[in-house]
């Protein structure tokens, strides 16, 4: 089946510092990724979604200056958390839509723990 | 507003015992349903999916059946195992984009 991987798996960074989170499609050309927010215990909330090409589509109460993505090409996504500060620590999960599969199915990222101090 | 809505966890359950969780979403017209997994450490992978009204998913031995009359889509198992135990989130679509459930975590004892 289609993988999306992420890298790193988990950093911990200082506050006021910039982190940079990779969302690569390794079998297929992904036109559409997603990036989620998932707290402890919690659901997964959905931030972004972005486009290969283009502006980001970001959800109602993200701040786009904030968390920066990135769609340069049809395999990479990336997500810049600016400026981080110790709320910002959470799961951040990632994931890519095939455009040859059947329907709308997302494959999904094994996700990225930030811990900011 | 639009929105799915699990059952609380978590769930502790006995290995062979019958699990259910369920699942209702309130969202106009009649979007696709789906069921992930998240096991301790990984990703979410699709567990099972239903496109339409009275459609049966089904993976793993794991079946949910979708019920347009009462906007439900809850998750079953005959006979669980240790190996099932992970978080389980029931997910709608909405204009391609994925609105999910607050997910169930499930313990299986041996």
């Known amino acids: 089946g289609a993988v999306v991987s992420q890298h790193p798996s988990w950093v911990i960074c200082k506050s006021g510092t910039s982190v940079k989170i990779e969302c690569r499609s390794l079998?297929?050309?992904?036109?559409?990724m997603f990036w989620y927010r998932q707290f402890p215990k919690q659901s997964l909330m959905l931030m972004a979604t972005?486009?290969?090409?283009?502006?980001?589509?970001?959800e109602q109460g993200v701040e786009k200056d904030k968390f920066l993505i990135n769609h340069a090409s049809l395999t990479l996504s990336t997500l810049t958390v600016t400026s981080a500060h110790p709320e910002d620590s959470s799961f951040y999960i990632c994931?890519?839509?095939?455009?040859?599969?059947?329907?709308?199915?997302?494959?999904f990222g094994p996700g990225t723990r930030l811990t900011v101090l | 507003g639009d929105s799915v809505t699990q059952m609380e966890g978590p769930v502790t359950l006995s290995e062979e015992a019958f699990l259910t969780i369920n699942c209702t979403y309130t969202?106009?017209?009649?979007?696709?349903l789906f069921w992930y997994v998240q096991y301790p450490g990984e990703g979410l992978q699709l567990l099972l999916k239903?496109?339409?009204?009275?459609d049966k998913g089904s993976n793993k031995g794991f079946e949910a059946t979708y019920r347009k009359e009462t906007t439900s889509f809850h998750l079953e198992k005959g006979s669980v195992q240790v190996s099932d135990s992970a978080v389980y989130f029931c997910?709608?679509?909405?204009?391609?984009?994925?609105?999910f459930g607050q997910g169930t975590e499930l313990s299986v004892k041996p």
């Open positions: 994931s890519a839509r095939d455009p040859s599969g059947s329907g709308n199915e997302q494959f």
């Open positions: 079998d297929f050309q992904a036109t559409t």
């Open positions: 972005s486009n290969e090409g283009s502006k980001a589509t970001y």
């Open positions: 969202a106009t017209g009649y979007p696709s």
């Open positions: 239903a496109t339409k009204a009275d």
């Open positions: 997910a709608w679509n909405q204009g391609g984009k994925l609105i």
